[in-house]
Each structure stands twice: as C-alpha cells, then as structure tokens.
C-alpha cells in the first residue's frame, strides 16, 4: 500500500507546475493540464476520493430530477430562491463530474439547464420580493445572489464548454451571460463600484466570465473599476476592505463570506494574467485574508460571531475550504493548512485540492497553528483591532478575544472592548451575534430581524461597558464609523498574554480603558483571565459590565434571591427593553464572586470595584412579541455612584464534574481576598491570593515598558 | 497481524471455563485461573488494552499522593466525601493492577490503606451530616455510599489477600470488615431487609465480605435475609424490585444504580456456589434487566429521564460496564452487546472483560438492536409499564416513550401517560428529570432540591395532561402507589408501531386514555408521531396537555403575540408556581400549528380538538428564588369548557438546516386540514392530508382486533 501511493505520487508531480493557456477549457478552478492526474487523485487519494464520490452522489441526485428554472417569485430561503440557488449547485456539481468521469449525460444537464436559463432570463423584471431597486436582483431578490449564481453558472460553463457546439455558445452567451454581464456592470453600476463585499461578488463574476468569454473589457472593468482608474474595482477592494493583517472590517463571519470571490477572481486572474502576481499582491494580502480568518475561529472551528454574525458557522463552510485549498496550494504550502482541510473533511476537486490531498495522503498535516495576536483594522492598519489570546494545546485550548476594532460599516455591532471567552472546547463568556434565522422564510423572511437593531447590535447584548443604559455612540452608525478604538498595548510570552485597548468616543467625555489578559500561575492548572475596566468620566453615571454567559449559575459569594412572581423589564431602549431583570442585588462586600458550571467544568468569576457593586442577573426575553430573540443570560456588575470606576474581574477557570462517573472535583475556587489596591489615571493595582500565596498585579498604563507588572 | 491474534485466541481459550475453587483468590470478577490469560489480553487486545492503561494510570496516580484517610465530616460533593469516593476506587485499581503487574508497590499500597482504615474506622461516629440516624453511613453521610465502599474495598482485599501476613489479615478483618459487616446487618438491620436498592448494596457488600472473608452465615443473611426466611434478602429483591421484563420500579436511572449490586453478588455467587444457578434465577432475570436497561436508552447512550433522574447519565456508566461484560461473559453472547461495549469504549479488567474484548477483536460485533417493546411493570407484571416505539436504523432513529408504569417509590414522578419524542439522535418533546445538581455541595449539598418536589415532581412538569392545575393524585406518593395506569394495546408493525393506556385514579372520577403512534407514510421521510390523548370526566375541567420541547418555535399557525413587558407565574401550586406564562392565544381556527427548529431539523405539531384551544407558551422559573431549576419551554395545548375533551395532535419530521452551507429544505410541513371526525367512548376518528392524499386515522377502544384503523 505505501508503495503504491509511493509510485502514485510521481505521477501527480509529473503533471504538475504547468502554466494554463489562455482560451483553453477549463482553466479555473480545474484546468486541463491536470484533468488526469485529478481523476487518478479522485480514485487514489482519500480525501479527495471521499470529496468527489460526494460530489458525485450529489449531482447524480441533480440528474435524477427534472431541470426546473422557475420565474423568480420567492424571498430568501422560499421555493424559487431554494430553486435557483440549488440550480447553481447542480450546475457546477454536473459539470465537475463530467470532467472527472467523461460522461456526457452531466454536461448535457448543463447545457440543458444554461439553454433553460438563456430562453427564459432575459423576460425575467426586477425581482418582485426586492427591499431597494438599486439592490434588486433578477433570479434572487437581492443582486448579490445574482453575483454568486454567476460565479457558480460561469465554472460550470468553462468546464462543459468543450462539449457545446457554436449555437449553442451563441444562445448561452449571447442570451443569458452577456446580458447578465451588462446587468451587472451598468444596471448595478452603483454596486459593481462599491467598496463591500457586494461589490467584490459583481466584479469577481465580471471578471471571471470576461476571461472564460474572452471579453478582455470586463476583465479590466472588474480589476481596475468601471472608469478603469482604479479608484473602484477588485484590487482597490483588495487596498480598502483588508487590513493590512488580512482583517476584513465587518468582522469574521462576512471576511470568510467575503473571501471566496476574491480568491477565485484571483485564481482566475493567476491562470490568464500569471504576469500581474495577484497572489503577492499588497504583500501577500489573500494569504494574510485567509489566514486571519482562520486565527479568527476557535478550536472548535466556529467563527468569533462578532458583529451581525451567524453563531454556528464554522470554516467547515465551503469559503475556507476554497480557501484553505488555494492558499496551501497556490500560495504557501504551510503544513498546519493541512489540518484545517482534515477537519474540513472535504477538498475542492480541482488543482488545488488534488495538491492538498496529495500533502494529506503523505501525512504533512501538523496541528492548526492558533496564535496570539494582534490583528490590525483599517485600510492603514491604524483603525484598531482584535485582540486575540490563547493558551494551551488545540485539544483543551483557553481564548480570549477582545474586540477594538472600527465599526465594520451596517453589519458593526456598539460593542467596542467586547470580551469573549472560551475554554474547553466551548464559550463560556459569549456573543449574541445577530438577531436572524437564517433563511428561514417564516422569520422575517430569512433576512435580519428587527430586533437585531433593537437588540442584538445594541451595547449590553455584549460583555461590555454601558454608560447609563444607553449605547455606545447611541448606536448611531454615522457617529461610530467617525472613530474606532485605540491599541495601547499587547504582549505575548508563554505565562502571560495581555492586550490592553482604550475608547475616548463612544461617550462624551468619557473614557474607556480595558485591559485583559490571561495570567498562568504555578496555583492552578488553567489561566486566570483577569480582566481590568477602567472608566474615567466627567460627572457621575450609571455603570453596567455584562457578563454574558453559558452554563449555569451554581454558587455565588453572597446569597442573591432572584425575583419570585413579577418580571419586568430593565429598561425601555438601547436593549434594556429586552432584558428581564432575574435579580437586583446590593453587596455587602466589597468585592464577591459568581460560580458557573458550564460543560463539566467550573468557572469562578471573582470581581471588586472602587465601592461594592450591585449585581444583576438578567434574561433575554422582554419585549419580544414575535418570539425572535434566542435565550440568554448574564450577570451584570453596576454601579451609579461615581465619576471614575474600575471593574476588576478574575474569572479562576477549576475542577469538572463528570455524570457519567459522578464525581466533582474541585468545586470551589482557589482565589480569594481579590482587592482593588489602588487607582489612579496612570495605574491599578490589584493583589488576590491563590491558595496562600499573595500575588500583586499592576497596570501602569502610561508605561509601555512596563506595562503589567506581576509581584 | 491476523495471524498472531489467531494463535492468541487458542491460548485465551484454553484458560476459560474452570470453575472457581473456594477461598482461593482472587475470586470475584476477576479470579486465579484467569490471571495469565488476563495479562496477555492487555498486552495485546486493544479494548482490555486500553481500559487497563487507563487503570493503571488512575493506580499510578494514586501511588504517587500520599494516603489520606480524612475523618468524615463533609456532606455530598464536599471534602471527605470525595476523598473516600477517591479511596475505594485507588483501593479497587490498584490491586487490580498488583494482579496484572505483580509489582509489589500496588498491593502495598492497598495494605497500607485498609491497615490506616482500620486503624481509625470503629472510632468514627455516625457520620455528622447524616440527614437521619437511621440512615447514617459512618465514611459518608448516608449509608449507601458506605456499603459500595465496601463492595469496592472488599474486592481490593481478596485481589491482594495473597500478599498480607496473618496479621495484617486479622487486623483488618477484625477491626475493619467484621465491624462493617456488623454496622450493616445490626445497626443497618432496616435498611438490610428493605426491598429497595439501598438494601440491595446493604446485603451486596455483606454476601460479597462473607464469601471473601469465608464467613458462610453472611452469606445466608445476605441471599435469605436477616431471618434465613426468604421474606428478605437478595433472592426477594430480585422478585420484588423487578418486573418479569427485568424493569426496575423506580425508573432507567436507578435501574442502572441498582445494578451494579445485583451483577456483582451474582457473580460472587455463581463463583462460590455455582450450584445455585443465580443467572438462571427467575427465568434469567439479571440477564433481562440488564438488558431492558439497555433498552431504556436512546441512541445517544442517555437513559430516558424519566422519575428522578439525571438527565445526562449514559450507558457509559461504569453499573452498565459491568451489565454489558457479564451480561455477554457470564449469562448469553449476544452479538449486540458487543456494540454496547465498543461505545462504552471500556471493558472490566476481570475475566469478562477478556471475554467480551476477545470477541470485538474477532470482529464479532453487530449494532445494537434496540426494539419496539412493551415494558411490564410490577414484580408480577402487572401493574403497567413503558412502551418504547422506535423506527429507523440507530444511526437516526425515532423513538417515542410513553410512561404508564408504577409509581416507582419515592423517585417516582406524577406524569402517568408522559410522552418522551427523539429524532435525530437528540429529545424533541423531553422530560426534566431530577431538580439537583448531583454532588455540588453549594446546591443543597449536591442532593434533591426543594424543587424536585415542588416543581420536577409535578403532572406540569410532564408531557401529560394536568386536569384542574392540580397535579395527579393530589402529588401525594401514597396515594398514587395504590394504583396504576394499564395498558390497553401494544402493537408493533413495520409501518405502524401504536402504544395505548390509561390511567383511570390519577383524577377522582376522571379517566384518561392515551394512545401514541409512529405511522409511516409514504409522503413523509419520518413516521409521523400521532398523538390521541382522551379525557372523559363527570363534569367540565380545567385541562392543560404540555408539550415541554427542545428547539426554538419558528411558525405558528395564527400569530401568537408573547408578553412584552410583564411576567407572571401561571398558577400558585403543583408546579404552576414555577411557570412564567409567556403567552395566552385563544385560536380562532379548530385546529392549528406550531413548527419547531431543533438541532437543524423541523418539527411541525399539528393539533386539533373538540372545540378551538387556547396555546400557552410557558417557560421555567417562576419562584425560584435560588436559581435551581434549569431552563425550559413548553406550549400547553388548554381547554377549559367541557366534560369530554381529546386532544389531537400529529408531529411532522420535516426538512433541515445547515448553517455551515446556509441551506434550508422543507421548512413547511406537508401535513394538513387536520380534523377531529368523530369522538366517542368507543371511537375516535382523525383525518388530515399529507400533500394531497387524505388520511383517515381510527381508534376502537373496545376492539383489539381492530384497535386502530387506517385508510
């Protein structure tokens, strides 16, 4: 068996390394060059085997249904959006299959389903379910779909293209993408030259479909802009809408929605125009792109839902598997890529995927490589950023995010200095995302609810500081994308990992300064995350940090007795409306603790302030007629008193219980005695005793070089 | 490879089938004639392989703590409670380990800790925590967990026995065991002779130490009872506590508790006095219970929760390891419980354990066959029982629960005609289980809360009807174990699998009548679950049928406007206390609605009665000033205007999501236009369409030869 996947792999080589002619069929994604050595790949290698076998099984499924083109009627996730999105699927699946197998039934089904399409589009009106004509699609009811129909329709097209004869290239082209083409580049004109992901997915469908049309015009338009200056186009997206680190502004769950046009646009473009270097274009930018997605998931592969996000997506989504396959094989062969595509299960069947697969039979494959980082925002890298800190093996891995990043245009959440938090595989201080069932048309009609505005974009769905219950910014876009976070430090070393950031606007005359890291010590087997917010005011306000967090509260420091019969809401606007109010307790101590168990382990939070605190613990759920809010709960550390306050929280992360064995270990806490000692504009210090040992921690926030200091 | 394993099966084989000789040992699970056979299997067969490491690394990890024999003064959870929890299991692993090894250091380590044991066992009181004298253990805060230490610490000393001087024997005997047996039979005498599982690991440990210690009159007490009369005693356990089916009164959860005393003393038995045939005892009852154990789960190896219960205990429990490894070894080869032990993942390091790893080596096993049955309750059978419907292969099964068994003691909850719904290998319509947070001593010591019996205990707390916001029997244990439900059809088809009971005492002059269905149909890729339940009263009633489900509501048939501002508990007892009441929609239309998302699958309930309904969306804790009881929802299908009143309803398993490729299909049911036909004393008649097909649905309750009627 070695042997024979031995001799198998000079063969690949063999076939390898070639450049694409230009005008040749296929030259995307698959290219002719290296058909066989894929189809030897799709029996050989097994991950590639499994990835087309299901590919197969799929568009035999196609096959086995009557082609169906349906007059565009239906909003997001009804009949005719399912239809024609399951079209482009069939599509691209068919035509794939043809190449591997030679059949000709599966490219007949596409030439079939094209004619359909070519006979029928051009009679097809804005879609009826549109929100905006300037945004109307004509197969979807929004253009955006129309962008990535085309994108999947025009691989298909270049793969089957062989086995079409000239009428039917005219009909196809001349009826159905050439209009499209125009559609896309003068009826969405406004959308084709937007710097945002809409934009991206016009123009890489442009562009693409200009290289395999032989239309060089649009392939120009698509890269340099509609006036052809630069100013709009894919490498001006490439400039604005990434960092410099690869951060896309909207936030993780629209970088990976984000990415795919611009990697395929960019392999297309490798493959006709290998001259311009796309993929060592501004630095490597794709690479950092795909790579800063994926430092943006945990180890249990979900994306940080940070901002209008989904919270079950996870790179397993076919982006990253596209992007995983491309960065590994057509820019950098990092061997740790290789275990996202193992996780992914599946590899695109393509050049790329055969030169993964390859890698993954020849067992390169090493853990994913989860950093602690900085991650620039900003076109310049200057608009501030995430901060990322991890701890420990991917198989029990400790993380802890913290959000100072620039708004992220009308998906941005007020959620500036946001904590996440996750440890054991799990979250356990957490993001609401967005308000929206995805697709689901009885919801708002799949799209996002109201209470994404009313709720989950607001300030206290987040773990976060609310100044008297009103929104950062007000939650006013305008005013938030004026002005973005400050990073004032991060330092990484293997005992402590600590990112410190600060916001001066998002309340008048009030400043913001939060400063997270997590902290090993010898006293216990976890990090402590010790989290200090430092608020510093003009006059007295009311002060809320949310803790939002999974698992179950299990013991607290003082009792607090939750509300028996009468549930009211915390507040009227900016979220509170949406919040019941469980409990409302004084303490009589200056600084307490709450124990949550989540997922078998235990997570002590202990917190003091200037002045002891009020607790609340809330619930999601008020003012919710439609029942669209997901449930959730936090405990809230408030406080009314004061102009300046400092929330010091260390969460001891300790012992586990096991059902199965029932057995609990470790139930309490090893800290105590946590003390504010003291606080000024330039430091806080902070001292709590693991077990018997003291220890003093002290941010000095004006000295840089000395920025944390631990005694 | 093949080869070697061949060759090694002969040598296993030729050690197996001896009989034990008396006071030789080891002699219990693990016995001398075995040991070389035992040894070579963990060196080579990868289940026993693995268990044993796992062993060893736990004796390891004893060895190298110092031995710590704390006086007990810490309730469930708490310090010494654990710590001796700890003890038994070092004690039982590391002269387990001193078998296989031979290496002194284990069996020292078990001589040293039973010396220290003895040194100070007859100085300890009655244990301080104790809740009641009758019932204090001295190590532990109850006796129970005295009498497993001693099961525990009674098969360490004969695993060692070979290695102690005389002297250290008597003085362990003497000042250890021989107290203990005395503690059990004389100060325990009422909990020795009571049929209940506590008595049972009572006279388990006393028949066990009385083998082992060669002390025959023990042994008598402990098969015969205190009198030698049989009255008491595991033999009358065993006719007692089971049903003919091997059912356990008190429920899944304890049934597996229960176990492990019982299988371990037959084992003790058939070792010693093999003449007395205990596996063939009533009928091969152990086998059955064992395995009707293993029937009251669900594909994700949890136990219906039904009674008290903790809701996440899995087949994975040690009780069970030991079930499916003697089940196998000692009693019949089923194929079947092979599967069982590759997911447990787990064997006993003992002479079953060999067994049942060689067979898995030989590739013997095949799934579990998990069965469509009816489950006797009551020691003659007779006093109802649990049916199980499943459908589907195990890898995506349907199951429905209905509970129409006794009360089940003190454990036992008020849901007669509890309906329990699983698809997708997760619960749709659930039960609560316990209120406790097992052995976490800062909620109520880690025992029953206060809510077990003022909320979990409850009818509300059920998927069963409440008549009157009175739970059955008024909650009142003696009265509802004077009685229970019966069963009035059981059948098992490919396409229709049907249970039907009733319960006529629940409610004084009130009869209930459930009958629950899986019927497939060919429009449908799921069985449809169809749901009768009947109530024929003397005069009108308040009732309430609550569905408590998994998932999140995503379309109704009429809208439903939830309270927005202002939560109050539904009722003021019997569990109501604790119910917010998020809406209250009285619908305009004879039947309705209501479709669930849960775990990216639909489930559509359709329902429908005499006259319109009212819907309440409830949802847990009201009055829960502690925060002890956990989350949950339920919609409460209510009627209040009649005598007679049947509830229909009809769940459609349709469609998905997948959040990773943003897709969704058949987010709409296909089933509609249900109607109530006809309903009599005799008869009860339904009809609905699946696409375009009529369905009529029939139920004679007085005729078993045509119970139900489909056409």
Known sequence: MQNIIKINFIIFFLFFGANVVAQQHPSLMLTKVNIVAIRKGCDSLPILKTSYLALKADADEALSTTINVPKPVDGGG??????????????LNCATVYQITSEKKYADYVKTMLLDYAGKYQNWPNH????????????????LNDYVWQIYAIQAYDLVYDTLNKTERDKIENELFIPILKFFTEDRKVVFDKIHNHGTWNLAAVGITGYV?????????????????????????????????GYYMEGPYYQRYALLPFILFAKAIQNYQPELNIF????????????????????????????????????????LVYGSNLAYADIKPDADLLDIVQQQNKVIISDAGLKVALAIAQNKAVPFNYQTLWIKDGAKGDEGGIGVLRFGQNIDQQCLVLKASSQGMGHGHFDRLNLLFYDNGTEHFYDYGSARFLNIDTKGGGNYLPENQTWAKQTVAHNTLVVDQTSQYQAQLSLAESNHPTLLYFNNTPKLKVVSAKEDHAYENISLIRTSALLKIDETEKPLLIDVFKVIADKPHQYDLPFWYQGKIVNTSEKIIAQRN??????????????????????????????????????????TSN?????????????????????????ILSQSDFKNQ????????????NPVKETVTDASSIIT???????????????????????????????????INIR
């Open 78 to 91: 009804g009949y005719t959006h399912e239809q024609h999105k399951r079209n482009y699927t069939s599509l």
């Open 213 to 245: 049309l032989n239309k060089p015009v649009y392939v120009k338009k698509a890269i340099y802009g509609s006036n052809l200056d630069g100013k709009t186009g894919y490498l001006a997206q490439i400039n604005k809408l990434f960092s410099p680190d």
């Open 566 to 607: 009468n549930l009211t809401a915390l507040g009227t606007d900016f979220g509170y409306q949406h919040l019941w109010l469980n409990a409302d307790k004084k303490l009589s101590s200056a600084s307490g603790f709450i124990s949550v168990l989540n997922k078998n382990r235990f997570y002590t939070t202990h917190f």
């Open 611 to 635: 002045q002891p605190l009020k607790i609340k613990l809330v619930s999601i759920g008020a003012n919710d007629p439609d029942l669209n809010l997901a449930e959730g709960k936090a405990f």
């Open 673 to 707: 005695d946590l003390k504010l000692v003291e606080d000024s504009i330039t430091q806080t210090t902070i001292s709590f005793k693991a077990k018997d040992k003291l220890y003093i921690y002290q941010i000095n926030y004006q000295n840089k070089n000395n920025y």
């Open 128 to 143: 009826p379910k549109s929100k905006s004509l300037d945004d109307a699609g004509k197969i979807f009811w929004q253009s």
């Open 646 to 657: 400092t929330f010091i929280s260390v969460t001891d992360t300790h012992g586990n219980t």
């Open 280 to 319: 060592k274009y501004r630095d490597e930018l794709l690479a950092k792109a795909i790579h800063t997605s994926l430092q943006t998931t945990y180890t249990n592969k979900v994306f940080f839902p940070i901002n209008d996000a989904i919270r079950d997506k996870t790179f397993e989504s076919i982006e």
